[in-house]
């Protein structure tokens, strides 16, 4: 360009890198040469624009620093307390807050594609969208923080998202909603590493995953239970979704089976319809919803509660156990004092636990499609520390919940995953859950009212009846 900045296009894609440094294109490489002190400043400013359209203007590099650092000072002055973690719940925050989309509230998983979860492996996944298993955890963690505009953005972007025929609700979108997100692989690549293949686009959309029903329903109700404006017809789109063997929670790509995740929050779908009527006056079959409650209740303590093992384990018919169901008591389908829960938490302790951080499932044992081998998933740990917290092990929580902070990077963000063996954060970067598992379980180890007694609807150590 004649201002001596350089512009790049790529089919419908265009980007201007302008700065004062003297720059050389050379074999698809940019080179320049500059010296700074301290206190001196060198601007670097790149901008994306659709390549048919002029190149965007310059943007004032001293203004823009300005206007950004007051906009997160006064964000992060909304943040409600959490102890002694106070910091780390809105370094979180922040990075929750730069994930999501600002004009229409959806929040990607991540926002890089094939960081892997094995150094040199092959589970290399796109996490530049927006899941709907997170819904509930993410709702409760903004508006525990304080931060009820971007939980009523949320959930508008959730309620646009699911809108439509149920049979055709997906696991993930993009950020505007969008459906069609077809994986592919990029093979002229090296990969992270050497880390093959790199994939662009998310194969989950294709998969049935019918435990997303349990987590749309039951954000939808704690929305409602947090003073989060709900639109009228959500109520509409809820008991169409009622109306509903698959890949399960993991995304896994083997064949599909009976997951006892599945079936758990098919039960809360129900469970949670049954309190909008009961707390909101909503309108439904609520006679009709409780036999199946009870029906699934029953069906999941028979058939999932293995007695030899002495454990809940990951699919009908399985030995192995799975990380998900540490999420028992915390949605509600048992009471942490439960024995068959402590029992379960006590098995997961013994056989997931890898340098004390849990692994999801193990690989070697499951059949998902893919070569075994991967990084522990943060989130599954900080599932552990709530599930100690909710069954009295209060200091073995807090131990837990301080290793995994020690586990951040120098400007505290958290990836996918962690390896135990070469001690580096793996998987993609910065990712949601990890972060949104970390505020709730700082808010559990310090609130009154705790997300895991939110979600469960009642004090996740009384008894349940059912």
């Given at each position: 360009?004649?201002?001596?900045?350089?512009l790049?296009?790529?089919?419908?894609?265009?980007?201007?890198?302008?700065?004062?440094?003297?720059?050389?294109?050379?074999?698809?490489?940019?080179?320049?040469?500059?010296?700074?002190?301290?206190g001196?400043?060198?601007?670097?400013?790149?901008?994306?624009?659709?390549?048919?359209?002029?190149?965007?203007?310059?943007?004032?590099?001293?203004?823009?620093?300005?206007?950004?650092?007051?906009?997160?000072?006064?964000?992060?002055?909304?943040?409600?307390s959490?102890?002694?973690?106070?910091?780390?719940?809105?370094?979180?925050?922040?990075?929750?807050?730069?994930?999501?989309?600002?004009?229409?509230?959806?929040?990607?998983?991540a926002?890089?594609?094939?960081?892997?979860?094995?150094?040199?492996?092959?589970r290399?996944?796109?996490?530049?969208?927006?899941?709907l298993?997170?819904?509930?955890?993410?709702?409760?963690?903004l508006?525990?923080?304080?931060?009820?505009?971007?939980?009523?953005?949320?959930?508008?972007?959730?309620?646009?998202?699911?809108?439509?025929?149920?049979?055709q609700?997906?696991?993930?979108?993009?950020?505007?909603?969008?459906?069609?997100?077809?994986?592919?692989?990029?093979?002229?690549?090296?990969?992270?590493?050497?880390s093959?293949?790199?994939?662009?686009?998310?194969?989950?959309?294709?998969?049935?995953?019918?435990d997303?029903?349990?987590?749309?329903?039951?954000?939808?109700?704690?929305?409602?239970?947090?003073?989060?404006?709900?639109?009228?017809?959500?109520?509409?789109?809820?008991?169409?979704?009622?109306?509903?063997?698959?890949?399960?929670?993991?995304?896994?790509?083997?064949?599909r089976q009976?997951?006892?995740?599945?079936?758990?929050?098919?039960?809360?779908?129900?469970?949670?319809?049954?309190k909008?009527?009961?707390?909101?006056?909503?309108?439904?079959?609520?006679?009709?919803?409780?036999?199946?409650?009870?029906?699934?209740?029953?069906?999941?303590?028979?058939?999932?509660?293995?007695?030899?093992?002495?454990?809940?384990?990951?699919?009908y018919?399985?030995?192995?156990?799975?990380?998900?169901?540490?999420?028992?008591?915390?949605?509600?389908?048992?009471?942490?004092?439960?024995?068959?829960?402590?029992?379960?938490?006590?098995?997961?302790?013994?056989?997931?636990?890898?340098?004390?951080?849990?692994?999801?499932?193990?690989?070697?044992?499951?059949?998902?499609?893919?070569?075994?081998?991967?990084?522990?998933?943060?989130?599954?740990s900080?599932?552990?520390?709530?599930?100690l917290?909710?069954?009295g092990?209060?200091?073995?929580?807090?131990?837990?919940f301080?290793?995994?902070?020690?586990?951040?990077?120098?400007?505290?963000?958290?990836?996918?995953?962690?390896?135990?063996?070469t001690?580096?954060?793996?998987?993609?970067?910065?990712?949601?859950?990890a972060?949104i598992?970390?505020?709730?379980?700082?808010?559990?180890l310090?609130?009154?009212?705790?997300p895991?007694?939110?979600?469960?609807?009642?004090?996740?150590?009384?008894?349940?009846?059912d």
């Amino acid at each position: 360009m004649e201002d001596g900045s350089l512009l790049a296009v790529s089919g419908p894609d265009m980007v201007v890198l302008r700065t004062p440094v003297r720059l050389e294109a050379k074999d698809f490489t940019i080179i320049g040469d500059f010296t700074v002190s301290a206190g001196q400043m060198v601007p670097f400013v790149l901008t994306y624009s659709a390549s048919h359209l002029s190149p965007p203007p310059p943007i004032d590099v001293q203004k823009a620093l300005v206007d950004a650092e007051t906009f997160w000072r006064h964000w992060t002055s909304r943040c409600t307390s959490a102890g002694k973690w106070s910091a780390d719940v809105r370094r979180s925050l922040i990075t929750l807050k730069a994930l999501t989309y600002c004009p229409t509230g959806g929040m990607v998983a991540a926002p890089t594609t094939s960081l892997p979860e094995q150094l040199g492996g092959s589970r290399n996944w796109d996490d530049r969208f927006c899941w709907l298993r997170d819904a509930t955890s993410t709702l409760l963690a903004l508006m525990n923080s304080g931060y009820y505009d971007e939980a009523r953005s949320w959930q508008a972007w959730l309620l646009r998202a699911v809108a439509g025929e149920p049979s055709q609700v997906q696991a993930v979108y993009g950020v505007l909603g969008e459906r069609r997100l077809t994986e592919w692989e990029i093979p002229w690549l090296p990969g992270y590493e050497g880390s093959k293949p790199v994939r662009i686009g998310n194969a989950a959309t294709t998969q049935l995953q019918l435990d997303i029903f349990g987590e749309v329903m039951d954000a939808f109700c704690q929305g409602r239970n947090g003073k989060v404006t709900v639109e009228e017809h959500a109520w509409s789109v809820q008991g169409a979704l009622l109306d509903q063997p698959d890949e399960g929670i993991w995304e896994i790509r083997g064949s599909r089976q009976q997951f006892t995740y599945t079936k758990m929050m098919t039960w809360v779908a129900f469970d949670r319809a049954i309190k909008d009527v009961e707390d909101f006056g909503l309108k439904g079959p609520v006679e009709h919803w409780r036999g199946l409650r009870g029906t699934i209740h029953e069906d999941i303590c028979t058939h999932a509660f293995d007695r030899g093992i002495g454990a809940f384990v990951q699919s009908y018919g399985s030995k192995n156990l799975d990380a998900s169901l540490l999420l028992i008591p915390t949605v509600g389908f048992l009471p942490a004092n439960d024995p068959r829960v402590r029992s379960t938490i006590t098995a997961i302790e013994q056989h997931l636990l890898t340098d004390d951080l849990v692994r999801r499932y193990d690989t070697a044992d499951t059949r998902d499609g893919l070569p075994p081998g991967e990084g522990v998933v943060l989130a599954c740990s900080f599932w552990l520390a709530d599930s100690l917290l909710a069954t009295g092990r209060r200091e073995e929580a807090r131990r837990l919940f301080e290793r995994l902070l020690e586990l951040r990077n120098d400007v505290g963000l958290l990836s996918e995953e962690y390896d135990p063996q070469t001690k580096r954060l793996v998987g993609n970067f910065p990712q949601a859950l990890a972060h949104i598992a970390l505020v709730n379980t700082a808010h559990n180890l310090t609130r009154s009212e705790k997300p895991v007694r939110q979600r469960s609807g009642h004090d996740v150590t009384s008894n349940r009846s059912d």
